[in-house]
């Protein structure tokens, strides 16, 4: 459902921040993800512990209390990168911290800070746990010491859904926006590894992506550059493909199967196959987020002007279009 | 912009397992709290909460329906009575203009949730609860027919608050008819003892806003809010408009708020200012009153800065003493009250569970008081420093 007010502020996406098993490389993530099979890169070799001291990160915001769960810690170096990105710099919240918020979305919960919880409370003989990592087991964690680290003091929401949760958190981004309480939303998630007996443990199932989102009034007020704008539009499951431009887009095909004329739209345009990357174990639910970084990456780059994000959602066709933003 | 009007109440807590019963437990100073039953109350600072001790009809309603945890079972039964109270039928429901969010506080479990706690207050450790909220919103999708978003809110004991909030601008907003909230939560030992660690726990009882405080208790229960958009409902019918919403984040400390109580002012202006309220038209203001320390300070010290002088006029209240603190469920059963207070023009009591020196506002203890509600707030802060505020208004103004 999306239903503007009068003259609503557009929305941009002016910056990403990309933290996954191939660093902090969003380029080089977005050009593994968009590789054809066999002619990717390699995996990195992993194996046990933080992906963050796999890659060797350091910054002294990671050390803001005492125990921060991997996805927090994840989650605070991700949203440091989409600041930089979008050249906004911390003295800039520091002014009007309310203006800020962060929205996640959160599937597990910090399972490495339960799995400690309930290593210490057998040690202790199952009569008492520790303060500091019960404090730590809210699926609002990562989202909250985000908070901390950059001192945004605006909506700090987590939310959780089987279906569509990315679509949902844009929408929920989207509201606070046009509602106007806040001008900027940092918007993604912080995914962890599987640490059930079943898993690896390795660091390929982290991830944290973080997109910054904002009304367009305060990107243009503070001279943001490279920014893509970003709209949502609903239609009945039908879709007519024919009526959006065919020219110079990459559009994410694999969603498009179940729309009409896809298939002549996708040999008509210069499109990237972006399918899911199991290799890398992600979290179904994130792909579209991963998605809409690709597509907005792109364009900010040059490689194109404009794209398109298709979902079904709950019997509407849920279209995400993307452009180059105009000063 | 599109209002949403409250047109059905869901309420289950350790008061009652409807909304009437609480309503009138409320003011009859009642408390629910009692010593624990359902687990182990070993090593716990104090052996007493808001415990829900689950009676046949319900157990009989979960069998009926399959269902097997706490969570599901109290989710499931205030959103019964919410959507019977509101007259809304399936077939009306199962469009994607409906919408449902629920506010849970830690997000699954600790412990594996059956319906009594029986032996199952410890399990063998988090992996078997490595699953989301997937199966608990599935399930409420499939009964209730909600055909749009549905999703669950995690922001601690905020969760509740945020939970109305988010469902208000979506029919403000996004063009939804109907939504169904609130927030719903389950006791467990795992949970005590956390608490336990960390000194939240009064020894005692839970004595909000007075000198004498030392810690909170905490409940479990369901509150549910069926929001409508008000073009859709009969003038001056429902209970009260959703009018205003506030999110806020201290950003400062894990578990203890800011105590300059900056994040608190923010979301109850935020709220006044969405609701195009000023500070002069609050007539009641439902605590977050947890009774610790740290929180109810800060709270009075926010209430003092926002409302200036007109602050010792407003009654207020908060009615964890009686359930407890019913941590995601907390601001949805306490905006249930809220609603309620609007409705009745009542303000319900702060139990008076052993007295002690009341902070210098106008806090009601003991019985309830008749007023002029016009408007009224309910607030809710939380672990993480987040925070929230909704404001409901008379349906007749």
Redesign the interface.
């Known amino acids: 459902m999306v239903c503007p007010p009068s003259n609503p502020d557009p929305i941009v996406i002016s910056g990403i921040g990309l933290l996954s098993a191939l660093g902090t490389d969003r380029q080089g993530f977005f050009d593994f993800l968009s590789g054809a099979p066999g002619k990717r890169p390699g995996l990195p070799e992993c194996g046990e512990g933080p992906l963050l001291n796999f890659l060797g990160i350091q910054d002294p915001r990671l050390k803001i209390a005492r125990y921060m769960d991997p996805t927090s810690k994840n989650a605070i170096v991700a949203l440091g990168q989409a600041l930089q990105d979008a050249d906004l710099d911390s003295e800039a919240i520091q002014e009007n911290p309310h203006n800020y918020g962060i929205l996640f979305g959160n599937l597990r919960g910090p399972l490495e800070t339960r799995a400690k919880l309930y290593e210490a409370f057998e040690k202790k003989n199952r009569r008492i746990v520790s303060g500091t990592l019960f404090s730590q087991c809210g699926y609002n964690m990562a989202a909250a010491m985000s908070a901390v680290a950059y001192g945004i003091k605006g909506p700090n929401l987590t939310f959780t859904s089987p279906r569509n949760l990315v679509i949902y958190l844009l929408r929920r981004g989207t509201q606070l926006l046009w509602k106007n309480c806040v001008h900027t939303i940092f918007l993604g998630c912080s995914t962890q590894r599987n640490t059930s007996e079943s898993g690896d443990h390795s660091q390929l199932g982290e991830l944290a992506m973080v997109l910054c989102m904002e009304n367009k009034s305060h990107a243009l007020q503070r001279r943001a550059v490279g920014y893509v704008e970003f709209e949502e539009t609903l239609c009945s499951s039908q879709v007519d493909m024919g009526s959006f431009e065919s020219g110079n887009m990459y559009v994410a095909s694999s969603l498009l199967n179940d729309v009409s004329d896809a298939s002549a739209l996708v040999k008509q345009t210069e499109s990237m196959n972006l399918h899911t990357p199991e290799e890398l174990r992600l979290d179904e639910a994130f792909v579209p987020l991963i998605k809409l970084g690709f597509l907005v990456n792109g364009i900010r780059g040059g490689a194109c002007s404009s794209g398109f994000l298709i979902n079904q959602v709950n019997k509407e066709t849920s279209i995400i279009s993307l452009r180059r933003g105009k000063t | 912009?599109e209002q949403a009007v409250i047109t059905g109440l869901g309420c289950l807590s350790c008061l009652g397992n409807s909304t009437s019963q609480f309503w009138d437990c409320l003011n009859t100073g009642q408390s629910g709290v009692s010593e624990i039953s359902g687990f182990h109350r070993?090593?716990l600072r104090n052996t007493k909460a808001g415990e829900i001790k689950i009676p046949p009809d319900m157990l009989a309603y979960a069998k009926e329906r399959d269902i097997a945890s706490r969570i599901s079972l109290f989710a499931h039964w205030a959103i019964e009575e919410a959507l019977a109270d509101s007259g809304l039928t399936p077939e009306v429901l199962n469009t994607?203009?409906v919408?449902l969010v629920l506010g849970v506080?830690?997000?699954?479990s600790?412990v594996q949730q059956t319906l009594d706690y029986g032996e199952h207050d410890?399990i063998?450790?988090?992996?078997d609860v490595?699953?989301?909220?997937?199966l608990l919103?599935?399930d409420l999708v499939e009964t209730f027919s909600v055909?749009?978003?549905?999703?669950?809110?995690?922001?601690?004991c905020a969760s509740g608050t945020?939970a109305i909030g988010?469902a208000k601008?979506?029919i403000s907003?996004?063009?939804?008819d109907v939504v169904i909230c609130g927030g719903v939560d389950t006791l467990d030992r795992?949970k005590y003892?956390?608490?336990?660690?960390?000194?939240t726990l009064t020894t005692t009882t839970v004595k909000p806003f007075t000198e004498e405080r030392e810690g909170t208790l905490f409940g479990e229960g369901a509150g549910i809010l069926v929001l409508q958009k008000k073009s859709a409902v009969e003038p001056g019918a429902g209970y009260a408009i959703c009018s205003g919403t506030?999110?806020?984040?201290?950003?400062?400390?894990?578990?203890a708020p800011d105590e300059t109580g900056?994040?608190a002012i923010?979301v109850m202006r935020?709220a006044l200012n969405?609701a195009g309220v000023t500070p002069e038209d609050i007539g009641y203001i439902n605590l977050h009153g947890s009774g610790t320390v740290a929180n109810d300070v800060m709270e009075c010290t926010a209430i003092e800065q926002l409302f200036g002088d007109t602050a010792t006029f407003i009654p207020l209240s908060s009615i964890k003493p009686a359930i407890g603190h019913t941590m995601g469920a907390a601001g949805a059963i306490e905006a249930v009250a809220t609603v309620l207070a609007v409705r009745h023009q009542q303000i319900p009591p702060t139990c008076d569970l052993g007295g002690g020196t009341s902070f210098p506002l106008q806090v009601i203890r003991g019985n309830p008081i008749k007023a002029r509600v016009s408007h009224a707030l309910s607030n809710s802060f939380?672990?993480?420093?987040?925070n929230g505020a909704v404001l409901f208004s008379s349906v007749v103004l």
């Open positions: 912009m070993e090593n994607p203009k919408g506080s830690l997000g699954m600790l410890s063998g450790g988090p992996q490595l699953d989301d909220f997937s919103i599935e055909g749009g978003e549905a999703h669950v809110i995690t922001t601690a945020n988010i601008d979506m907003y996004e063009g939804y795992m003892l956390g608490h336990t660690a960390l000194n506030g999110y806020s984040c201290d950003a400062q400390y894990v578990t900056t994040g923010r935020e969405d939380g672990f993480g420093g987040n």
